[in-house]
């Protein structure tokens, strides 16, 4: 009796929801992707409730980022776990994080534990099953899939050679192992100084620890992008029966300005222009880029550039201004929407537009990620009118169109 008991109460989980956020965004983004919803809930609570509704799960510890704490608590007040430890805040990687989480369980010996990423929400009952029963024969045990792609290695986009796929497996979470030979395994790649391990079983191979391959599963991918976390709500949303989200469109415009100053080049759209002047600004001033950031920032609701990029903020001096447009691409994203298109007119009488223009479209279609087609982009002198007209400055309008899920509150 007491054999069983001890097995039954011996499996703890850490899951690592440490990291800084969207390997895609641009710098200020607040929300790591762990933190974005997916089925109206955050997606670390997604991972959290598969492993919470797992019977031979007993202790779940969540490794936070220092400064999510208010995220974290309004992510674990959507659901009820039993056996949910308090979260401990992570190390400067990955590595450090998980091994912040192992000390944290450390008094209470678990036999086992099981370590998953917090981007994964799809993980299944089965494969945390899976990786369970290969512990019973192996000191670490993790989920992985046979690489189907055909492998490539590149050098400066030239195809150098291929790569035999045959023994090469994607190793993906849970990651499994007997407590404490993986503590003791990080405490040593710790000790030695070694800390860019990307993942656990890479630790124990370091230490000579056996590690198992068990079967995964393709659902249980891991989130990356901010375009992912669209793909994640479709994803969510078959996974529970429930229809595809409707979608509303949205409309945005912004206008902007700078003066001319000294200078020999102007940066419009992204495009380098010599010019007799240059422009006025905080950033490269980039007005039609700054006039199609507003109109994006305007559809959802989002404020406008300065409040995500305080032009009191050194870090933006002389920034390229594709960076402030990225970054509203992103926020749309996060929010599983998508641009339609983007329509940009730029009122000046000097330089000419004309000669640029199509590398202006290709630029804000690269950044944005959309065909040409959905890039419109004009130019019109004042006749001399105005500030333009007196070639005083120049100025931009931008308007779009954002398509965007509508999600009823529960
Ligand atoms: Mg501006």
Sequence with gaps: MHVVEDKLLKNAAIIVAAGSGLRASAPGVR?????APIGGRPVLTQALSVYAA??????????????????????????????????????????????????????????????????????????????????DSHKGAIAALPIADTLKRGHNGLIEATVDRASLWGAQTPQGFHFAEILAAHEAAAEAG??????????????????????????NWKITTPEDLARAEREW???????????????????????FGPGDHVALCGVKIPHEAGLQGHSDADAPLHALTDA??????????????????PRWKGAASSLFLAHARDLIAQRGG???????????ERPKIAPHREAM??????????SLDRVGLKATTTEGLGFTG????????ATVSVSIPVFRKA
Excluded at 63 to 76: K, T, W
Excluded at 86 to 91: F, R, W
Aim: net charge negative; aromatic share 4%.
């Design 361 to 370: 479209r290709a630029c804000i279609a690269e950044t944005l990620r959309l």
């Design 54 to 135: 797992h019977p031979a799960i007993h202790a779940i510890l969540v490794v936070i980022r220092p400064g999510d704490e208010a995220l974290y608590a309004e992510a674990a007040k959507t659901i009820d776990v039993k056996g949910l430890l308090p979260a401990v805040t992570g190390g400067s990687t990955r590595q450090l994080s998980v091994l912040n989480g192992l000390r944290a369980l450390k008094p209470m010996a678990p036999a086992r534990v099981l370590i998953h990423d917090a981007a994964r929400p799809f993980v299944s009952q089965a494969v945390i099953d899976r990786v369970l029963a290969a512990l």
């Design 237 to 259: 949303r078959a996974l529970n029966g429930e229809s595809p989200p409707a979608f509303e469109t949205r409309t945005g415009s912004g206008f902007d300005a700078h003066a």
């Design 390 to 397: 007196r070639r005083e400055g120049l100025a931009a309008f």
């Design 338 to 348: 998508h641009i339609i298109n983007v329509d940009v007119t730029i009122l000046a």
């Design 296 to 313: 994006l920032l305007g559809a959802i609701g989002a404020g406008d550039i300065g409040d995500h990029f305080p032009p009191s903020d």
């Design 31 to 35: 929300r790591p992707k762990q933190y």
């Design 194 to 219: 070694q800390t860019h391990f990307s993942d656990d079983a890479a630790i124990a191979e370091w230490r000579g620890l056996e590690v198992a391959l068990v079967e995964g599963a393709a659902e």
